[in-house]
């Protein structure tokens, strides 16, 4: 299965690496690149550098025939963007899309992309664990 | 009108300038920059805004969900447009979005995703180009770009191999038709009986990527 993560940053370089660990095929995109180098020395997948913007750089990525398209660069529209044509242009049924703003990943999910909101999962993460400290009301710790 | 513009560099700043100065209409300007903001707010005052267009809350408080008439996405960065026309078109039913191209490799992605009409800096000139030089022997004039048409103009010499032919002779190819014929200054609708002689000016409308094979028949054997 062909795996194609673009932007290859902390995120995605990580997700490249535990993909490749799996099994998968995996090539990465990134316009830097130093981006390489998060993936270690012992790299053996795919990497493509060049914007994810480009269309060409996404053929040379192999996007025409990847089972499965990660967009996880550092700018929300770019991801929205690259997600969109990934899905509509390249027909690509599997597409993630990290979205850090929760206001436009909820509204181009009701849109059908598939958006991961970072954020909205910390929020949900730290409101747990807020809870779970099990905090007294405040008058029994004056008596 | 009421009209929003996203963005607030030259082209931007600018095209709300010449709005207020018409008088007519209702104008909000909204800039990301902070140094730029408030070097435009001088001018602007209550009618720019500072913000991240791209940014729902920040399109809200600058009155998006009235709607307004028009919404210009402006900005010097195509990702950004693209968002802000769509957030414009599909989430608060702008009727008329306007979209800035800055690098002419994204085209395709404002035409996938419907963002129509879009104003390239790269493209005019390049059609001003074509018009001007004259190597270039077929100009596009007009890009009807939800028709999926455009019109163009040819230049037949005298070797080229529709000079001497009707119109119906010719072998033009699916999609395209001749519209007129410009001969020593004056026009005349091209029917088939038309012969299109060396020196005339013809006008043409076809699909985007039929010009090679337009420019088979009428200039090149």
């Known amino acids: ?143 | 009108m009421y009209i929003l513009v996203a963005g607030g560099g030259k082209v931007g700043a600018n095209f709300a300038r010449t709005l207020l100065k018409d008088g007519r209409h209702e104008v909000t300007l909204i800039e990301q920059r902070r140094d730029r903001f408030i070097r435009l707010e001088r001018e602007f005052e209550h009618q720019i805004q500072l913000g991240d267009a791209t940014e729902i809350y920040v399109l809200e408080r600058a009155g998006i969900a009235r709607p307004p008439d028009v919404v210009a996405a402006l900005t010097g960065d195509d990702e950004d447009n693209l968002i802000i026309s769509q957030l414009a078109k599909e989430k608060y039913g702008v009727p008329k979005v306007i979209a800035r191209v800055n690098d002419p490799r994204n085209q395709a992605h404002f035409d996938l995703l419907g963002i129509s009409p879009t104003v390239s800096a790269t493209r005019g000139l390049m059609a001003l180009i074509e018009h001007e030089v004259p190597e270039h022997d077929l100009v596009h004039l007009l890009e009807l770009r939800k028709e999926n048409l455009e019109i163009v103009e040819v230049q037949i010499d005298e070797r080229a191999p529709a000079a001497g032919k009707r119109v119906e002779q010719l072998d033009l190819p699916e999609g395209s038709r001749l519209i007129s014929i410009m001969r020593n200054g004056h026009a005349e609708i091209a029917v088939g009986a038309t012969e299109l002689q060396a020196g005339d000016q013809v006008l043409a409308i076809l699909q985007p990527g039929k010009e090679d094979e337009l420019r088979k028949v009428l200039l090149k054997s």
């Open chain 1, 1 to 143: 299965m062909k795996a194609l993560v673009i932007g290859c940053g902390r995120v995605g370089s990580n997700l490249a690496l535990q993909l490749d660990r799996e099994g998968w095929d995996v090539t990465a995109v990134d316009e830097k690149e130093e981006a390489l180098s998060r993936l270690g020395d012992h790299w053996t997948g795919g990497f493509v550098l060049g914007h994810g913007m480009d269309t060409d750089v996404l053929r040379e990525a192999g996007i025409e025939d990847a089972d499965a398209v990660v967009v996880a660069t550092d700018g929300d529209n770019t991801n929205i963007v690259i997600g969109q044509v990934a899905q509509q242009r390249f027909d690509n049924q599997c597409v993630v899309v990290r979205v850090l703003d929760p206001a436009r990943a909820e509204f181009y999910r009701q849109r059908g992309l598939r958006t991961i909101c970072p954020t909205s999962v910390a929020i949900d993460v730290l409101l747990d664990s807020v809870r779970a400290c099990e905090v007294r009301p405040a008058e029994t710790a004056t008596t």
